[in-house]
């Protein structure tokens, strides 16, 4: 006896509306390798090229970046507080971290490579780094600012010469630019330990400046009978604000005076030509002696002395005399 009905067919495969028959694609690389992930606080960095040599230099130079950024942001921090505090960046500009990365680390022996995949001839690495070996380097810059800070501020505070205390205040801001960018380094690495005792004597450093550059004070000194005198310490007032002995008693500051020759006059082809030697001293409120600047004055008058002398007053402003003696006492001024 013979039964008809329908024949029996296999499962056939399932289709997907998107790929027919195909297979879904495989998972990139990249994608495969961002799956293995580095212990839990560590910087990692994942780099793909066609070796592996190739491939792990651009994972560390990813955890590289990463530090970078931290090194920008402190640079930046301490741009903004050079603005907030005078509203210009102060000493020159913002300091450069010795310590800055680009696409190297300075312990690059301290990254791990964890997982390498090959495929379709290119490699991957996802490389680790923790961050206890990451701040290595910045513990180092951190150590080596403070001891130059602390250094500096006990400088600082023993100095009375002028031109001392001023050149040891900038020693001192600048090392605690690195000082303190060296703690938002680590900060932004994940190490707090506590600044607060450099802090707070940094602090007490910045009140004794200010408490000396308040006292501190540049006067002028003398007779100013002589026409050629009181001219000098007009031009010299618009660039330097002066006081007299009289204003206020002499404590901390400069002393300027004007020791004047008498003029030699002689006959010449142009006319009548005079000569006058001058000299402005620099002197602390005690009388020592802080430096001497000369010059020579001159003027031609056609008719007789009186005009030639009349000239050498009229010189004073027209020629580089303020200009010069201003290169010297723009060192005294307190900063």
Known sequence: MMFFGCASQDPQPATNPSYGTQPPPKVSLMQELKM??????????????????????????????????????????????????????????????????????????????????????????????????????????????????????????????????????????????????????????????GYGDIEENYKKSLEGYNDFKSRYKVYYDGSLEAEEATKIFQELSKKVFLQTMLDSACEVGLVLSLELSDPKCKEGGLGITCTEVV???????????????GATLKGVGRFDENEARGKIVNSIDKGDLIAEWMKELGRWIAR
């Open 36 to 193: 293995h992930s580095c212990p839990e606080g560590s910087l990692q960095g994942v780099g793909t090229a066609e070796d592996y040599d190739q491939a792990l230099n651009i994972a560390v130079m990813k955890i590289a970046q990463q530090i970078q950024s931290s090194v920008k942001a402190a640079n930046t921090s301490i741009r903004k507080e050079d603005m907030s505090s005078d509203g210009s960046e102060a000493i020159q500009s913002s300091f450069e971290m010795k310590s800055q990365v680009s696409a190297q680390l300075r312990n690059m022996q301290d990254v791990h490579p964890m997982t390498t995949l090959a495929r379709d001839g290119m490699t991957g690495v996802v490389a680790c780094m923790s961050r206890e070996d990451a701040a290595k380097p910045y513990r180092q810059d951190y150590q080596s600012a403070r001891d130059a800070l602390v250094s500096s501020m006990a400088v600082l505070d023993m100095t009375t010469h002028p031109l001392e205390k001023f050149s040891n205040y900038d020693i001192m801001v600048d090392a605690y630019r690195k000082y303190k960018a060296a703690v938002l380094v680590l900060e932004s690495i994940g190490f707090k330990d």
């Open 279 to 293: 000299a402005l001293n620099g002197s602390s409120c005690s009388g020592e002696t802080y430096f001497t600047l």
